[in-house]
Each structure stands twice: as structure tokens, then as C-alpha cells.
């Protein structure tokens, strides 16, 4: 009886042992954002922007501030294949190029069909924008960076590298590599060491790379915001509302515009360069006149980048203007098509894309009045 009590007891110690160590390991962010950005509000999302563009979650951070990896294995060969972009230099990732001393950049190298990705920075997402990045650094100034790094495949990789200034044949660089890499996710230690000499012309900067795990002490992590208050007011918004629906959208379009009939109508198909589908596009036109308006009237409700896209062009166009001068819209027109290009937002929430032509820049505006776009907000 004794032996199994001394047995349940050292189960039991063992245990909160192992739970104490799961706890210990678990890596914290230091509290360095205010207002609504700060985590003690809600849970803070990690996403990644792959090479594609698409997003991926990395995790999360809690409302103690505990950072929570859960890192997703994917097909990083397929996805670099699926958008035929050629990629990235394994050992370039390493600082080791063609400035290395006595390399032969042509040469073939164990790693030449590697695929592989640095994660520089891991996006935290609110109100449908990047609002901060999270970071990870030693506390020295001259200490280490820390990144996380996927790779298509285990390997070691050992390699060194010495650079020097051409003209004297000085060393102002020294690189080393020592990692064993596990196929997937791995968290690199980049430690950087300037050398400072009275004798030498130039300083001398030693960098290493290795292993290193996101629990260690040597790790401080912290979040940087990235988005200005404005832009994170107006993403706030913007994520509250309701779209406009395919419904409301078809209901509203004038089947005429002063001379000109509609031709086309159909929702979902976004301008070029966007990827927002919650619009209309219509193309009105008067064939004896030869004039055509083709436009698109974007909702940016859950879609706050193309707002800040038309925010830009605004404050580019009325830089340095009084405000007399500044105009409701933007135009540009082009003189050898006979061309005419406009944007106009409407309540900071709706922006209207119109290319005209036969049709000039204050014409083309009437025609805009007439929409009456601001019918479409509820």
C-alpha cells in the first residue's frame, strides 16, 4: 500500500512538474501598445503574407499577453510553382553571396533546389488591417534578431564567409552558419557583433547564424504598431458595417445617365488590381456620340485597403492646395486616347472608378453627380 501511495505521489509530482514546464516555456510579449490596440482587450491575431499574397494564421496572443504559435505545414514548392516566381537563393538568406571572398556564385551547391522562406515580419490583424508587426530581439543593441524560417526539407547546413573591401582587401565582415534544419517551421538566431578597431579603416561586423527556440530567455518579444490611428479609426468603421448587397446594388443603377443608356451591368467582378467583389460595374454609352463611361462603384465596408488606396490619391492630388482649389474628385486625363480617368469617395465608405471617353473631366463629373451614389448607403 505504501509503494502505491509513494507511486500516485511521485505521478503527481511529475505532472505539475511537466505542467509547470508547458507553462515556463510559453513566450510573453512586452505591453508596449495603448488604447485598443493593447492586447488586454482581446486576442490579437498572427498572420503571415505568403509569397502569393494570400494570408496565413501563425497563432494568436492572449490577453495576458502569452504568444501562441500554431504554425501550419504547407507545400512551399507548389505554392512558389502555382505563381511561377523563381525562388529565393538558399544561402542568400544567410548573407552568403557573391561578396564572399574566392565564391563562385555559378557554382553548384547542395542547396540549389531548396525552397525555403524568411518570415520578416508577422502581421497582427484588427478591424481588416496590419495594425502592428511582432518582433522578437535580444535587448543588446548589438545583439541577436530572431526570425522564423521555413524550409521544404531536414538539412545541415555549415558554411562560412569572409568579405572584404575590394580596393585594400580589409575584412569588414566575417559570416558563419551552423543550423540543423528540421523540415517545416524553424526559429533562427541571427547574432550580430561589430568589432571595433583604432588601427582599421573600417569596423569589423561578425554575424552568425543558428538554432534558437521562441522560449528562450535571450528572446524579447515586442509589438510595434505600423498603422496610424487615423487609418485604424477608419478600418474600425468600416469593419462594423453591413455590405451592400448584389440586390441593393442592381436596384439602385439608373438604367439612364442624361444621354447616356446602360449596357453592361454585373456585380462581382472587381477592377483591375483589386481584389474587392463587392461592387457594380456598369458601362453607360451613346453610340451616334461615341461617348462611354466604364465604372465601378466599390463598397469598402469589411474592406478598408481600398479606402486607404483612394485616401492616398487624394492627399497626393491635393498636396500644398488651398482648400478652395481642391475638388470633390481626382481626375487625369489623357489628351491622345481622348480620355478621361476619375475617383470620388463617398462618405469614406464608397468609391466610384470611372474612365470616360469623348467625355472631358467636368462633363464626366455631371455624369457622376447624376449616379447619385450616396443613395446606396443606407
Known amino acids: 500500500m505504501k509503494h502505491k501511495v509513494l507511486i500516485i505521489l511521485l505521478f503527481t509530482a511529475l505532472s505539475f512538474q511537466s505542467c509547470k514546464a508547458q507553462q515556463a516555456i510559453t513566450p510573453k510579449v512586452n505591453n508596449n501598445l495603448g488604447g485598443e490596440l493593447d492586447y488586454t482587450h482581446e486576442v490579437l491575431h498572427l498572420i503571415q503574407k505568403q509569397a502569393d499574397g494570400k494570408e496565413i494564421s501563425l497563432g494568436e496572443i492572449d490577453k495576458e499577453g502569452t504568444i501562441h504559435f500554431n504554425l501550419p505545414a504547407y507545400d512551399i514548392k507548389t505554392l512558389f510553382d502555382s505563381i511561377n516566381l523563381q525562388h529565393y537563393n538558399f544561402q542568400n538568406w544567410f548573407l552568403m553571396n557573391s561578396e564572399c571572398k574566392d565564391r563562385d556564385i555559378f557554382a553548384k551547391t547542395p542547396f540549389d533546389g531548396v525552397y525555403s522562406q524568411k518570415t520578416d515580419a508577422i502581421f497582427i490583424k484588427k478591424y481588416g488591417i496590419d495594425v502592428a508587426v511582432l518582433e522578437a530581439a535580444s535587448d543588446s543593441i548589438t545583439g541577436s534578431k530572431y526570425y522564423w524560417f521555413y524550409i521544404d526539407r531536414a538539412i545541415a547546413y555549415k558554411d562560412k564567409c569572409t568579405k572584404t573591401v575590394s580596393s585594400t582587401g580589409e575584412v569588414y565582415a566575417t559570416i558563419s552558419a551552423d543550423i540543423q534544419f528540421k523540415k517545416g517551421w524553424n526559429f533562427i538566431e541571427e547574432n550580430n557583433v561589430v568589432i ?183
Not at 447616356?260 to 456620340?289: D, F, R, S
Not at 478598408?304 to 481626382?330: C, L, R, T, V
Open 196 to 378: 571595433k578597431n583604432k588601427n582599421r579603416s573600417t569596423q569589423l561586423k561578425k554575424t552568425h547564424f543558428t538554432n534558437s527556440t521562441p522560449t528562450s530567455d535571450k528572446v524579447k518579444w515586442t509589438l510595434r504598431q505600423i498603422a496610424k490611428d487615423e487609418k485604424i479609426q477608419t478600418a474600425k468603421i468600416l469593419d462594423k458595417l453591413t455590405p451592400i448587397t448584389k440586390k441593393q446594388f442592381e436596384k439602385w443603377v439608373p438604367n439612364k445617365l442624361g444621354d447616356l443608356l446602360v449596357t453592361t451591368k454585373e456585380h462581382g467582378n472587381p477592377p483591375a488590381g483589386q481584389k474587392n467583389k463587392n461592387n457594380i460595374h456598369i458601362v453607360y454609352a451613346n453610340k451616334n456620340q461615341k461617348k462611354e463611361i466604364d465604372l465601378y462603384v466599390v463598397d469598402c465596408a469589411k474592406s478598408p485597403d481600398d479606402m486607404e488606396m483612394i485616401n492616398f490619391a487624394y492627399a497626393m492630388e491635393n498636396d500644398g492646395k488651398d482648400k478652395k482649389d481642391i475638388k470633390p474628385y481626382i481626375t487625369q486625363y489623357k489628351e491622345q486616347e481622348n480620355t478621361t480617368q476619375l475617383l470620388y469617395k463617398v462618405e469614406d465608405r464608397i468609391l466610384v472608378n470611372a474612365s470616360a471617353v469623348n467625355i472631358n473631366a467636368e462633363d464626366l463629373w455631371e455624369y457622376i453627380k447624376k449616379l447619385k451614389v450616396e443613395k446606396l448607403i443606407p
